[in-house]
């Protein structure tokens, strides 16, 4: 089974995001992480390949940083990683995006069929989880998206993978045969901390850089000029006002209280 999953390099969340005179996150802080939620995603393929066979290749899409997020995936012990780094990526919404990793998960399936594709269920910073949808499209794959559970028969004729989606007042499941997209949720399983051999081993192992032009995309139909939304305004979040601060002297849990009944708060 060869498993292409997709994470994003992204700010870290517990640093102050800033924003652009353009409306847009700033991401060349130099705090990106790899998406934490990817984690989930490079967990999962790395249990199919290891309980079917096969192969993990990470794949991103994102300004040079954005190595990082594929290196992790090679600490977590994915085979291979692709890096799409090109300047004109900049600026690019879910459709570039999604039109640039399905032509990179292409070039991948030259070398061999790809069967799964495997995202997040959402990415930290654009928060969305619009891109695996656009991703199935653009590859004509059934997609089964919010996983919290994934089971893979494989037979003679190929995979047949099944998932459980959690919603509101019901469970569904849903089956595909493979090649398929799945987005999985923080509630598949616990991804594994890279260990010391993992992360010796990925030292070893090349990562890939492609650009647009290795993937026959006209940079103009990605980027800030291909893209189809525009953000027409962002705000700053205001500074909080009126925060208390309880400095514990040893009566912090009195004070505490007292505050929160004067304000009827219990
Ligand atoms: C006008 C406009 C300009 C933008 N400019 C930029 C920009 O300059 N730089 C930028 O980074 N973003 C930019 N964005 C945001 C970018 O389009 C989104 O990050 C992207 O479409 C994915 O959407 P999302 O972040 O909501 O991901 P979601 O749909 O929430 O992500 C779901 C999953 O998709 C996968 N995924 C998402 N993005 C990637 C990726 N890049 N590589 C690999 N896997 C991925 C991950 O597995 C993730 O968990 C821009 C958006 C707009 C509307």
Redesign the pocket.
């Given at each position: 089974m060869k498993i292409v999953v997709?994470?994003?390099h992204v700010p870290d969340i517990q640093s102050e995001r800033m924003i652009g005179d353009d409306g847009?996150v700033m991401?060349d802080g130099g705090d990106g992480t790899l998406?934490e939620?990817?984690e989930n995603?490079v967990e999962a393929a790395l249990v199919l390949a290891e309980t079917h066979g096969g192969a993990v290749v990470v794949?991103?899409?994102?300004p040079a940083d954005a190595v990082d997020a594929v290196r992790r995936g090679l600490q977590m012990g994915a085979d291979e990683a692709v890096h799409v780094l090109d300047d004109a990526l900049?600026?690019?919404?879910?459709f570039g995006?999604a039109a640039v990793?399905a032509a990179a998960i292409r070039v991948i399936e030259q070398e061999g069929p790809v069967d799964l594709v495997v995202?997040?269920?959402?990415?930290l910073?654009?928060?969305?989880?619009?891109?695996?949808a656009a991703l199935a499209a653009d590859l004509g794959l059934p997609q089964l998206t919010l996983a919290s559970s994934i089971e893979a028969e494989v037979g003679p004729n190929g995979a047949r993978v099944t998932v459980r989606r959690e919603l509101d007042h019901a469970t569904e499941v849903l089956s595909a045969a493979t090649p398929a997209l799945l987005?999985v949720t923080d509630q598949a399983n616990e991804p594994r901390y890279p260990n010391f051999k993992g992360i010796m081993a990925a030292r070893k192992k090349a990562v890939t850089t492609l650009t647009l032009a290795d993937l026959g995309i006209d940079p103009a139909t990605v980027g800030t000029s291909g893209?189809r939304?525009?953000?027409l305004s962002a705000t700053a979040r205001p500074a909080r006002e009126n925060r208390v601060l309880i400095i514990d002297n040893g009566d912090a849990g009195r004070i505490l209280a007292a505050y929160l009944v004067d304000n009827k708060l219990v």
């Open positions: 997709c994470v994003k847009r991401r998406n939620l990817d995603a794949l991103t899409a994102g900049a600026g690019s919404d879910v995006t990793l995202t997040g269920m959402a990415a910073d654009g928060l969305t989880s619009m891109l695996p987005s893209s939304t525009r953000v």
